[in-house]
């Protein structure tokens, strides 16, 4: 089982080609202008069984998606199930040679075996904490501190032209369900309460947001 705050298909904001985003539940780390707080609390979200997720990476997979990106949340704090979903994941294989892209909030040396186990099992990752006084345009990163790491050949073959790799504009998604408006990518500074502004204008008011709580 995972907890889960949310997962979406396609995702093109985070790692290269078409992806199943999966961001997980619970983080203690509580950056200053984390954009994701509705992740923070452990008891949030969903408890999802590792089969059902296993299985929207099947279908992913089928529909011709090109990685895997785990976000959160802190996806480390649930490493032991993570690395036996990644394991299940890792044996769906693919035409497309799938990879996997994990965030954490973590630098490298501030990992247990336990935690290191499920880097393992990615092939690039993106470590640091957020800090918001060090904005940047290094693509698919929130701050200049965090750093894009390929761990395997096909992480080398498909990230390590991106680990410098700077843009004037960061791919952003807008994702819709039910009840809830998702931003995925890493939108620049300003941009979301610019965005809450623009759509209050248009008479579109959010209850909550989860960069403000
Ligand atoms: S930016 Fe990431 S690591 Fe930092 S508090 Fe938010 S979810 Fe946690």
Do not use: K
């Not at 089982?1 to 997980?24: C, D, K, Q």
């Not at 619970?26 to 707080?37: D, I, K, T, V």
């Not at 997979?61 to 394991?87: H, I, K």
């Not at 345009?137 to 390929?150: D, F, K, T, V, Y």
């Amino acid at each position: 089982m995972l907890r889960v705050n949310r997962v979406h298909h396609p995702v093109t904001a985070l790692g290269p080609g078409t992806r199943l985003g999966i961001w997980l539940q619970g983080c203690p780390l509580a950056c200053p202008g984390c954009m994701s707080r509705d992740t923070w609390d452990p008891n949030g979200g969903t408890d999802v069984p590792i089969a059902e997720l296993v299985a929207l990476w099947r279908r992913a997979v089928a529909a011709g998606a090109d990685g895997l990106t785990v976000s959160g949340g802190e996806p480390l704090e649930q490493a032991e199930p993570l690395a036996r979903f990644l394991d299940e994941a890792r044996a769906v294989g693919g035409d497309q040679e799938p990879d996997f892209l994990l965030y954490t909030g973590f630098e490298l040396d501030e990992l247990d075996v336990t935690r290191r186990a499920v880097l393992a099992r990615a092939d690039a990752v993106v470590t640091g904490r957020y800090q918001v006084a060090l904005p940047t345009g290094l693509l698919w990163r929130g701050s200049a501190n965090q750093q894009l790491i390929p761990l395997t050949d096909l992480g080398r073959d498909r990230y390590a032209a991106y680990t410098d790799f700077v843009v004037d504009h960061p791919p952003i998604q807008i994702a819709v369900d039910d009840e809830r408006l998702f931003v995925i990518g890493v939108p620049p500074p300003g941009a979301l309460p610019r965005l809450e502004r623009a759509l209050r204008d248009q008479g579109i008011a959010f209850r909550e947001v989860a960069w403000r709580r």
